[in-house]
């Protein structure tokens, strides 16, 4: 799409690089651009899952580019159609997206990484929420962060501005692996194609029930599961797919799967 953000395509896997030396740091700019590729992926009925990763190996972003913050760029301006990074707020966003870390993830960068599905890290990463020495809010991450993890440690995090190290983040569930940088694209992509080759409109119905059932109560979301009230759920049900799961369980081969 851009020097900023390139796509390539392999098969039903979308991969997104976010190129913004010195530190991938995101600006309107590059959050529109961001958004516009992420809602472009999510519209794509022959794509089944995204990998975000970013070049370099020192950053993996730095979040909100502050001196583009200085030079007129507004905090609360217009970030495009999925909100900052195009991603934490991009409705009915129903596909699995992994995320590759390699290197700091800071503010808007971590927060950047929290909305995405998976999450690898290579060795070297780290992690921070700085806002607090900014005098500003690290926004999306309190709201997801006391979610994710025990409330304590979401708080200290917060509200010192503290790093932590990707064996921290992945102790308290925040990374899925951690890999040596060298090996780190070649198990995000193992992953990418796993998902391309399983069901897409189970993993729809698992992000958005997911997504939805956040602040219902147990009952609840189940009534809307029994009564096919989740869009996708009613698809699923109804579906090709979900016939050709049975069969091919009754009839000992692997499903093909046809996103119908």
């Known amino acids: 799409m851009s020097d900023v953000i390139r796509t390539r395509r392999e098969g039903g896997i979308l991969e997104v690089t976010l190129d913004r030396p010195k530190a991938n740091a995101i600006d309107l700019k590059t959050s529109r651009l961001m958004g516009e590729t992420f ?3 999510r519209d794509d009925p022959d ?16 979040g909100w580019d502050l001196k583009a913050a200085a030079n007129g760029d507004a905090v609360d301006g217009d970030y495009g159609v999925g909100g900052f990074g195009g991603l934490q707020e991009l409705r009915d966003l129903n596909k699995p997206v992994i995320a590759a870390v390699n290197g700091m993830a800071v503010g808007g960068g971590f927060e950047l990484a929290l909305s995405c599905d998976l ?9 921070a929420l700085p806002e607090i020495r900014a005098g500003t809010l690290a926004d999306a991450a309190t ?16 509200l010192t501005g503290r790093w932590m190290d990707a064996a921290e983040a992945h102790r308290w569930g925040l990374v899925n692996e951690i890999l040596p940088k060298e090996n780190l694209m070649e198990r995000v992509w193992a992953v990418a194609h796993l998902l391309d080759s399983g069901p897409p409109l189970v993993f729809a119905a698992i992000k958005e029930v997911a997504r939805e059932a956040e602040n219902m109560s147990f009952q609840q979301a189940m009534n809307m599961i029994t009564k096919r009230k989740f869009r996708t759920v009613d698809i699923l049900y109804a579906s090709e797919d979900n016939r050709e799961g049975f069969r091919a369980f009754a009839e000992k081969r692997d499903p093909v799967w046809k996103g119908r």
Request: hydrophobic share 50%.
């Open 39 to 41: 809602q472009a992926f």
């Open 47 to 62: 794509l089944r899952v995204a990998i975000l990763q970013t070049a370099g190996d020192k950053f993996f972003s730095a």
């Open 119 to 127: 999450v690898y890290a290579s060795d070297h990463s780290s992690f």
């Open 143 to 158: 709201v997801r962060l006391p979610k994710r993890i025990p409330y304590h440690v979401a708080m200290d995090l917060l």
